[in-house]
Structures are given as C-alpha cells and as structure tokens.
C-alpha cells in the first residue's frame, strides 16, 4: 500500500512539475514542500464545515476544498450544514455567535465584500473562523487564508479583517469581437465568440478564480474602440452566459457602449444624446441587456477621442453623452465609466492638456450613477509620467484610476516589467488638492471628497496563451493590480513577496533574489527606454522598439519630435509659462515644484523642461552625460537580471526558467537597440561624444532607421 501511494504521488508530482506551463497562476495549490509546516497544518485543518448550504457559498467552500487537498496534500472533508470543521466558513445568518463574537459595528463594516478570519476556541479547540457579511465576504475572506497557506504563513492565532479601500475594482480588456485583441501581446482573446454562448470554456471559470483570488469584482468584455453588434440580441446572449459564470464569483460583466449605436444597430438618424427618440432608444437597449443579465455592472465608454463618435459630432459635451446614458442605467443600478481620454484631431493645444481643459469645467454636471476613468498620467501610458493633472481638480466628480497592464509602450510582452512600483508611485503622488494635500489615492478611493462610488481598472494583458499573459511575470501586473485596488496602500515589495512564493516557490534563495529583480525592474525598463522624462519616443502604429525620430504621423501628436523636441539647444517639452503652461493645470505646490528646473524630480525633468544639453544636473554631471548614464545603466541592470534569473536555475521548474531566460535575452539586445538607436539620433542635436568607457554602439543610426515592423502586433 505504502508502495503505491509513493507511486501515485511520485506520478502526480512529476505530473505537476512537468505542468508548469504557467496556466495555473498563483492559484498552484501544489503540495507543502516543508515538511514540519505540513505537518502542522494538517493536524490543524482536517475538515471545513460551513452551516448552510446556501448555493450562493458555493465558490467560497470549493476553492478552500480544492486548494487545501491540494495544499496539503490529501482530501480535506467538507461537511454542509454542520458547524464542527477545524475551518468554518459562514454568515451570521447561519453563525448566529458570530455577532456577539465580532460586534455588531464590525461587522457592519465589513460592507458587502469584507471578511474577518479568526482564531476561536469552540467545544475545547481551535477553529478558524472565515465569515462576512455577505457571500462576497466569505468567497474572499477564503482565498486570503488559502493565500497564508501558500504562503507558509504561521496560522495558529490568527485575527484578520479586512475590506477593499475601492469599489470597483476591474479589468478592462481591449478584446474585440474578431477575437484579435487591441495592443494585446498574449494570444487571442479568451471570449469565444463563437461558440458561445453554448460551450462554457473552462478559461472562463479559472479566469473568474483567479480574479477572484485578488478581489476584482468586474470585466468590461469588449474594446473601448467599440463595435455597436455586442448590443445586439444574439450577442447579449453570449455576454449573458460569461455573466452567469461570473456571477457565482462576485463579477460583474460591463459592456462597451458604441455612441452612435442609435444609428448603426437602430437605424435612427442621429445619436444626439438632447434627441428624446435617441434617449428612448438607450433606455430600451438597456432594459433589454437587463433582462439578459439582471447584474449587468453598465457602460464604459470613449467618445470623441482618436476618431470615436460621441456627443460633440451633435455640439454637445461629454456631460450630456454620459448623463443620457446614466439616466438609462440608473433605474437598474448600473453605471457609466467615462473616459477623460480625449484629444481632438485638429487642436493644437498641446495633447497633456487637452482632458482637463474638457473635463474640468464639467465638474458638478455628471449624474450620481457616473465616474470619469482617468488614466495615471496626461498622456498616454509610457514608463514614466507625473500624474494626471484632473485628479484633485474635479472634487465634485468621482474619478476612477485607468492603468495598462498590458505592456503596449513596455516591450510587449517580451520585457519582465513589474509594474506595482509604477502603479504606487502614482497613487502616492501628492495632489495638493485643497490645499491640504491629498494624495491620488486618497481622491480616487473617495474618500478626499466623500464619494461612495470608486474604481480601479486595469487594461488587460490577457490572452489564449498557456500562461494567460504571455509572459510569466506578466501575471504579476495583473495580480498586482487586483491587490492594489483592495489596499492601494500595499508595498509593491509584498504584493511581489506573494506573488513569487505562490507562482513558483517559497524557497528563500529564490524569493529574495527575484523580488529583487521586480522591485528593479520598471526603473531598468524607464532608463533604457525614456530616461530623465523622455516620452512617446516609440515606433509609429505598433509603437514597438524606438524611432525617436519619427516625424511623418498624419497628426503632429502622433510624432515623437512633438514630444521631445531635440535641437542643438537641447531636450525636452517646455510646459512651463513660457511653454505650453500644463503646469497650471497642477494645484501651486505642484506646479511650483516642477516649474523650477532645480526643484523639479529630475526622472520627470524632460516632461517639463527644454534643458540645454550642458545643463548641470544634481550630481554635477551635465544632462548629455547624464542621459548616456541612463541608457548604459538600463542595459547593465537588464544584464544583471539575467546573471540573478540564471543564478535560479535548480530552485524552479525547467519549463518556465527556460522562458525567462530567453525573454531576457531578447530584452537585453532591445535595451541595446533602446539605447543605441536613441542616443545616436539625440548625438545628432548635442553634437557630443559618448563618453569614454562605454562600448560603443555596433550599428550606425542609418541602419536603426531603416528597421521596419510591418508585422508588429498593434
Ligand atoms: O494607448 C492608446 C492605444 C490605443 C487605445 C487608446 C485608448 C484602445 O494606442 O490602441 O485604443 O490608447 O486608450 O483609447
């Protein structure tokens, strides 16, 4: 007997290491490698009971069975409608001791989707108590004790609470309904059209876990570049089938709503949001999706940015587009995220300023029922930006943080970029709102202005890769921005702390040695690519590699010399008073700071400044050399993180070691052509030389020029 079971788990063993393709996430569940740990856990979890059978557990109970068997190594019992477990999971309503136990104040904090998990003694033992107030509570109050396990956190005492800081907290893929995927790096997308809504793929379900497992509540299927058919009968059909997968893990499904669907699916003349047959029009459409899905969570839109239709194409404003399609939502609770990412075709405002010059005087005029969606910063998604100037300047609005996962302008999904030091630096920036100074967290979880209403999405990197993301580490983005958006306040270095020891291994060696990498990473990435506050320098359409450049776009904002306007004086965008002026859109403390060349952060100077090529920087050095130093340390770090990730080699699996070491070494000759090629191109205005003892570019800018990449993913 003993024989074979050595055998079974010899096979299962090999079975999982063999399957280390990456499809599992962070949701491995393989067995405790510790053996004393082990031990200790299983004397302390031998069954789950969970009072009632309540359908609406379902999700919570099944993850803790599958991924304590998993866990530990032999099945767990879970016994319903008892309360004898070692683990017992449940509502008041079922554990009516759980009031007294908790306090009724507590408890009433812990909202929809908070939980508490505690030790507490029952009939002489130690029981772990995993309860909310509602289901919500219990499904992730079950997935942060599995994340302690795998982990190896101690769990003998423990007394946990803990609720999301923000309301909405989601995933905004760019999927389009061809199943390409805009800017997507990973694949196709997961969405099988076609064969739904009759075949449920399993992606769905295990997609629905994993987010899950990180607390984010809601998906907006489809492209902000939208397509009116997803509103169409048949489709809502498909979308209402993912809605029922969803549901059962507290996900809400959104859709993209095309402005001028009145026209193109109802075949009405306009879809002037003032036109009452054009607003009947919207009410039915949305009743309709209701009927469908009776959770549906609402509409994100962009309208009136880079060719999409919108309220202005009838001489209305963005209020009035998003006020007629709140006033269709709100009688079923649904919401409207508008995008403040506009810039219009013809005007020649600078580009950093043209949101907030449309959005902020239309403070006070939105709908309860409606957020604006700001991305981090004023221009699109790069390595570096400040932030962006509307947060803190429309008090009366609830504004909801737009980030990217997916690395369109950060070496796709080839570069290991982990992107939680950027996503934190952002919502600590000071926004010195009101004078008393609010940090950008602080206005988008709404509490600086006391909106109920808050958000966070994420631009997916999700794809049909095995790996979901393309590249291993890619999860990490998405894992960090589910945990960022419970807690903005998490440090980058824990949320990487745990995404390693589940992803991989609990190994000491290993986890030091790779959050270090992480934690480095964006910085390597910003030095080679945009040191200094460099931006939109990329390659045109694909925006793949560099062509800083690049001057031939059909819009002057779509060019590379707009943004950094390289002469033989020196670098860099003027936004001061005697520039462009974004500066004014920052509260005084800010705009004072950066306006001031020896007060502005240097890793933002350019984005401000035109600096002579021989101003001196902090260190003393001018900004030439200084920006030679950027772009050499970039490549030398990229080159120390494939020393450390080879150093890994016998700590994890073979399969997906052997991906990232190949990624790096395609990420280390693009930070070389990164560095080359920019360089070269900025020698051209500085006329000065590389300084001695770097190693000289092997290519002339000629050859760096005359690269194309007609087939770039874009
Ligand atoms: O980052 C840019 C992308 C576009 C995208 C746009 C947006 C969906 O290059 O592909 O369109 O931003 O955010 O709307």
């Known amino acids: 007997m003993k024989k074979w079971t050595g ?41 789950i009971s969970c009072p009632s059978d309540n359908g609406r557990l379902i999700a919570a109970h099944e993850e803790l069975q599958t991924g304590l068997s998993g866990l530990l190594g032999k099945k767990v019992p879970l016994q319903m409608a008892v309360i004898n477990g070692t683990i017992m999971m449940g509502l008041p309503s079922h554990l009516p001791f759980i009031r007294t136990l908790v306090g009724e104040s507590t408890l009433a904090g812990l909202g929809n989707e908070g939980f508490i998990i505690r030790t507490i003694r029952r009939d002489g033992k130690n029981v772990i108590l995993i309860a909310g107030n509602k289901e919500a509570g219990v499904l992730y109050g079950a997935f942060h004790f599995l994340r302690l396990l795998q982990t190896h956190q101690p769990i003998q005492q423990l007394n946990i609470i803990s609720t999301p800081k923000i309301q909405l907290r989601l995933l905004n893929h760019w999927d389009n309904l061809n199943r390409t995927v805009e ?71 959104y859709l993209t709503a095309r402005f001028s669907a009145p026209v193109e699916i109802g075949k009405l003349k306009t879809a002037d949001p003032l036109d009452p047959e054009v607003q009947r029009w919207w009410k039915e459409k949305t009743n309709e999706i209701y009927r469908h899905i009776p959770d549906f969570g609402g509409f994100l839109v962009k309208a009136n940015s880079e060719g999409q239709p919108g309220p202005q194409n009838y001489q209305r404003n963005h209020a009035d587009g998003a006020n007629m399609l709140a006033d269709a939502l709100a009688p079923h609770g649904g919401i409207v995220m508008w995008r403040a990412f506009v810039y219009s075709n013809e005007s020649p ?10 959005f902020k005087p239309l403070d006070g005029q939105f709908r309860k029922n409606v957020l ?36 369109e302008y950060m070496g796709f999904a080839t570069h290991l970029v982990y992107l939680a030091p950027l996503f934190t630096e952002v919502l600590n920036a000071d926004t010195h709102s009101k004078g008393s100074g609010y940090t950008v967290a602080e206005i988008i979880d709404g509490s600086a202005d006391g909106h109920s209403l808050s958000g966070m999405a994420g631009v997916s990197n999700i794809g049909s890769d095995i790996n979901w993301t393309g590249h291993p580490f890619g999860q990490s983005n998405w894992y960090s921005l589910g945990r960022l958006a419970w807690e903005p306040s998490l440090a980058p270095a824990q949320v990487a702390n745990e995404w390693i020891r589940q992803t991989f291994t609990n190994k000491k060696a290993f986890v030091d040695t790779v959050q270090q990498i992480m934690l480095a990473s964006r910085e390597i990435m910003v030095n080679y690519m945009t040191p200094l506050g460099l931006h939109h320098i990329m390659g045109y359409g694909h925006h793949y590699g560099p062509a800083p450049w690049y001057d031939k776009a059909p819009r002057a904002d779509w060019n590379p010399v ?83 990730w080879d150093r890994m080699k016998d700590l994890i699996d073979a399969e997906r070691f052997n991906e990232v070491k190949q990624l790096l070494a395609i990420q280390e000759q693009e930070a070389v052509w990164w560095r080359n090629a920019c360089l070269l191109y900025f020698q051209t205005f500085s006329r000065r030389p590389i300084p001695a003892g770097y190693e000289k570019p092997d290519k002339t800018l000629d050859y760096y020029k005359a690269l194309s990449f007609p087939y770039a993913p874009h």
């Not at 405002?349 to 449309?358: C, L, P, V």
Request: aromatic share 14%.
């Open 7 to 47: 055998i079974i788990i010899g096979i299962f063993l090999s079975v999982s290491v063999l399957g280390e393709n990456g499809y599992r996430l962070w949701l491995r569940y393989n067995t405790i490698d510790n053996a004393a740990l082990l031990q200790q856990y299983r004397q302390q979890l031998t069954s």
């Open 183 to 253: 800017r997507g790096y990973a694949g196709n997308s997961i969405w099988d059209w076609q064969r739904l809504p009759g075949y449920i793929d399993q992606r769905y379900i295990d997609y629905a876990r994993a987010n899950a497992s990180i607390g984010i509540n809601g998906t907006v299927l489809t492209n902000v570049n939208a397509n009116a058919m997803i509103l169409t009968e048949s489709w809502l059909q498909k979308v209402a089938a993912l809605a029922s997968v969803f549901r059962k893990y507290n996900i809400k499904v």
């Open 349 to 358: 405002e600078d580009r950093f300023k043209q949101a907030y010059n449309e």
């Open 372 to 407: 604006i969606q700001v991305k981090n910063g004023p221009i699109d998604f790069q390595p570096r930006e400040p932030f962006h100037p509307l947060f803190g300047a429309m008090p009366k609005t609830p504004l909801m943080m737009e980030y990217q996962l997916t690395q």
């Open 562 to 644: 707009y943004f950094h306007k390289a002469d033989s004086a020196g670098l860099g965008f003027n936004r001061t008073a005697t520039g462009s002026n974004a500066l004014a859109q920052y509260q005084p403390a800010v705009r004072q700071q950066y306006e001031n060349i020896n007060t502005c952060p240097e890793d933002l100077l350019l984005w401000f400044h035109h600096v002579p090529w021989d101003h001196k920087m902090r260190s003393g050095k001018t900004l030439w050399e200084t920006l030679c130093d950027k772009y050499y340390s970039g490549v030398d770090s990229v080159r120390w993180m494939q020393r450390s």
